[in-house]
């Protein structure tokens, strides 16, 4: 079955960086496109990064500059580079696939940018 598992949250300072890394198994990989969403307590889960099977990528507006998306097809694995992290990036971030109309997520990474 598809299996999604992130990691590389943490806590960091303004200002800082982290990657994220997203490991998939169950699918062919290198066929779909990888996003990456987030999603703060009581508010709907927002689409971060999308990076497609070809490599195209888009940002949301909010990090775009200071966010990379990027996909290891040989290692079934993307990643999500933060730099210039601010408070407001908090949030538990998310791994996502669609297969035949079927969405699958990982278990979450928490983010937390404080001083």
């Known amino acids: 079955q598809v299996q999604l598992v992130e990691s590389g949250g943490g806590l960091v300072q303004p200002g800082g960086s982290l990657r994220l890394s997203c490991a998939a198994s169950?699918?062919?990989?290198?066929?779909?496109?990888m996003s990456w969403y987030r999603q703060v307590p009581e508010d709907e889960r927002e689409l971060v990064a999308l990076?497609?099977?070809?490599?195209?990528?888009n940002y949301a507006y909010s990090v775009k500059g200071r966010f990379t998306i990027s996909r290891d097809n040989g290692n079934s694995t993307v990643y999500l580079q933060m730099n210039g992290l601010k408070p407001a990036d908090t949030a538990v971030y998310y791994c996502?696939?669609?297969?035949?109309?079927?969405?699958?997520w990982g278990q979450g990474t928490q983010v937390t940018v404080s001083s």
């Open positions: 990076i497609s099977s070809g490599g195209s990528s």
């Open positions: 169950g699918i062919a990989f290198r066929d779909y496109a």
């Open positions: 996502n696939v669609r297969v035949n109309d079927k969405e699958y």
